[in-house]
């Protein structure tokens, strides 16, 4: 089998690889941030952030921008270890503790709201909007419980060398909306 449809190889190479291009690009986030194109952006009044792990990208360079049309900004959070993400409000001076997988994540008295827009980290994306994850399922299984309730535009946030030309995708994957790169912003569909 090529480690193109062999998600756990595929899982290696693209972990490997994405360490090398965050020690290549330490400011990947901020150039990524120049490419995203607000006045493309479906409407919104709450978004989503993540907590940079290891080599992935740090959306931090999102935060003001996304939220210049006075939108609530937004941390996931794992209660539990096989459940959908939470989200909770967030501010950039607040502390922050470890949630159920050891994550910062806003504190339990903050309010749990639902984003209409999510930025997602990506081991590895498509331009027909396939995302690889860590290969827990947490943000397939989010991105489906927030999908069922109400429309959100998901946007995967990676390093331009992190794309593949297609993806094993299985019936639960979660497709993006659009993809976000240090070199450009790709709309899909």
Same mark, same amino acid.
């Given at each position: 089998?090529?480690?193109?449809?062999?998600?756990?190889?595929?899982?290696?190479?693209?972990?490997?690889?994405?360490?090398?291009?965050?020690?290549?690009?330490?400011?990947?986030?901020?150039?990524?941030?120049?490419?995203?194109?607000?006045?493309?952006?479906?409407?919104?009044?709450?978004?989503?952030?993540?907590?940079?792990?290891?080599?992935?990208?740090?959306?931090?360079?999102?935060?003001?921008?996304?939220?210049?049309?006075?939108?609530?900004?937004?941390?996931?959070?794992? *209660?539990?270890?096989? @459940?959908?993400?939470?989200?909770?409000?967030?501010?950039?001076?607040? /502390? =922050? #503790? &470890?949630?159920?997988?050891?994550?910062?994540?806003?504190?339990?008295?903050?309010?749990?709201?639902?984003?209409?827009?999510?930025?997602?980290?990506?081991?590895?994306?498509?331009?027909?909007?396939?995302?690889?994850?860590?290969?827990?399922?947490?943000?397939?299984?989010?991105?489906?419980?927030?999908?069922?309730?109400?429309? *959100?535009?998901?946007? @995967?946030?990676?390093?331009?060398?992190?794309?593949?030309?297609?993806? /094993? =995708? #299985? &019936?639960?994957?979660?497709?993006?909306?659009?993809?976000?790169?240090?070199?450009?912003?790709?709309?899909?569909?």
């Amino acid at each position: 089998m090529s480690d193109l449809f062999d998600k756990p190889a595929l899982r290696t190479r693209l972990r490997a690889l994405r360490r090398t291009l965050a020690a290549e690009n330490p400011e990947a986030g901020a150039q990524a941030a120049m490419w995203l194109p607000l006045d493309r952006l479906p409407r919104y009044r709450v978004y989503a952030l993540y907590h940079p792990r290891g080599s992935e990208i740090d959306p931090a360079p999102l935060f003001r921008p996304l939220g210049m049309n006075g939108a609530a900004p937004t941390l996931p959070v794992a *209660v539990d270890r096989d @459940g959908p993400l939470q989200f909770r409000l967030w501010s950039d001076r607040m /502390p =922050l #503790e &470890p949630d159920a997988f050891g994550v910062p994540a806003p504190q339990p008295v903050m309010p749990a709201m639902t984003p209409e827009l999510v930025i997602a980290p990506v081991l590895g994306f498509d331009r027909r909007g396939g995302r690889l994850g860590q290969g827990g399922g947490h943000y397939d299984r989010t991105l489906a419980n927030l999908r069922a309730r109400a429309p *959100v535009f998901v946007i @995967g946030l990676a390093f331009s060398g992190q794309e593949v030309s297609e993806l /094993p =995708l #299985e &019936p639960h994957d979660q497709r993006l909306d659009a993809i976000l790169t240090e070199t450009e912003y790709i709309e899909v569909g």
